[in-house]
């Protein structure tokens, strides 16, 4: 396709890559076998955005690299700041569309909200992304560069995969990019501060459980079969229940942790039969619930509960001994709270632009 429209291949992206993958890379080039290593520096420890950065590669081999590779730093095209303090960074990815990634700053606390694929096939009614449809996976390089390119990358915290995607239908590069910003090579960062959250997919699921010490959340939002399949397509393949067993059958550790995400939906998911339910379901096993106050979307017949009804909610699963805490909305104003990340109108903007 390239050659018939005379248009020279996309380099190949660095960011990513291992240092296994950077070794076999620079031998088909030639170079010694030391340069792997150098690499790696530059683009995990010093986050380098072009190749004349890498002062201590000869001159002929950053042309050489350059002439085949780029590697794959990306700045971003926008940010929109929310009266919070909150931060949405807008991301080019390789195939021409966009991604969406929220930085939330809270006291101490500073926490990344990454996207995982542009658009969601998962189609849950109440999530923006996945009104928008799915377009493309993120490769690991452009899940890093969320971080590497953020301004504000060396005051993180805590970073979470609950952006734009659902992580498990991307696994192996979500994989990858935990490998990368866990390893001694890579970020260096404690996999508690890492939370992956996903809507059940089972297989992908049991396989992070075992490859990976990063935290789970699990986005549950009711109890009961009937009403999880309206709310969420994923129930009529992998039920809840099955997820929960699947949660029991492992050992987390004391220092690992399982949440669950519970958004309020008024006259749905809010009431004392609820709480009952909960319980049940979650009887024994180590978690926690994290409730989240609905943000409307065009095209849902969905409502947020009210406050006292979240409040109460809440009150009613402490005394059944669950863990429960109540998340703040953040940048509610400019679409990055829970649920509301999408390019769709983006995509609108630029195909009218042609």
Known sequence: MYEAMNVPPPKESLLGKTPGELASLTAALGLPAYTARQLSEWLYKKHARSFDEMTNLSKKTRELLASGFVTGRTDYSRVQVSADGTKKYLYPTADNRFIEAAYIPDEDRFTLCVSSQVGCKMGCLFCMTGKQGFQSQLSAGEIVNQISSLPERDKLTNIVYMGMGEPFDNLENVM???????????????????????????????????????????????PFHDERQKLMPIENVYPVQQVIDVLRSYDFGRQRRISFEYIMFRDLNDTTRHVKELARLLNGLRCRINLIRFHPIPGTPLESSTEESIQLFRAGLLKKGIRTTLRASRGQDIFAACGLLSTKELVKMQATDF
């Open 176 to 222: 990858r990019s935990l490998e990368i910003l866990t390893s001694d090579w890579g970020y260096v960062m404690s996999p508690r501060r890492i939370t992956v959250s996903t809507i059940g997919m089972i297989p992908a699921m049991k396989h992070f459980i075992e490859h990976s010490e990063c935290h789970l959340a699990i986005s549950l939002h009711t």
